[in-house]
């Protein structure tokens, strides 16, 4: 890094790390991107997401990572709800295969299930919440969402997990075959990390962009 680290991003995952510093960076006049690291850069332990919310995985993993590094955390808990499955994978999507992370057997499976519904009945949303807390004890909380319809087949090289099999309403491409500029302008997790942009500028002492 060229600079201390002054915000701390409670993922594992590389390609979400990216994502998530295109979406705040820009809105964080002044700071250096290098100074926003993911948690694998401070060493810290993946806590146990024992939430029934999207909500409340995000918040125990902000809450975990802030008292871990002892500074801003910004965390967020995602996943794909099918109307068919009365809401299913929700907050099981990362895991739905039985095998969390696997980011092809999930979507092998949840193909599988759904290989003999219509396709004016394979409605579905993606689900962000994105949560910042700080050493102190201070907590914020956003939602986004973007729904769609799920294609019968994994489309496009961009993006991860579910990423290929929804096609944003309105659209005709999965989110998969988007551009990332254009996934992140429309993605639930963009609409999240976004709203929380305030919280986030008043924590680290700055002004956000016009």
Request: charged residues 20%.
């Amino acid at each position: 890094m060229t600079g201390p680290a002054r915000l701390v991003l409670a993922t594992h995952n590389a390609h979400k790390l990216g994502e998530l510093r295109a979406i705040l960076v820009p809105a964080l006049p002044g700071l250096d991107p290098d100074s926003v690291v993911g948690a694998r850069d401070v060493g810290a332990p993946e806590p146990v997401e024992d939430g029934v919310t999207f909500a409340e995985n995000a918040l125990i993993k902000a809450r975990a990572l802030a008292a871990h590094t002892g500074l801003p955390a910004v965390a967020d808990d995602s996943g794909l709800s099918v109307d068919v499955l009365g809401g299913a994978p929700g907050i099981f999507s990362a895991r739905w295969s039985g095998r969390h992370g696997d980011d092809r057997a999930n979507l092998d499976l949840l193909l599988a299930q759904l290989s003999d519904i219509a396709p004016e009945h394979r409605g579905a949303r993606f689900t962000c919440a994105a949560a910042l807390v700080t050493p102190d004890g201070e907590e914020h909380v956003e939602l986004g969402h973007l729904a769609g319809t799920l294609a019968t087949a994994p489309r496009g090289e961009h993006g991860f997990g579910y990423d290929p099999i929804l096609v944003p309403a309105g659209g005709d491409l999965t989110c998969a075959e988007l551009a990332p500029e254009e996934k992140n302008r429309i993605s639930h997790r963009g609409q999240a990390f976004r709203a929380l942009v305030p919280a986030v500028v008043a924590v680290l002492g700055r002004e956000p962009r016009g």
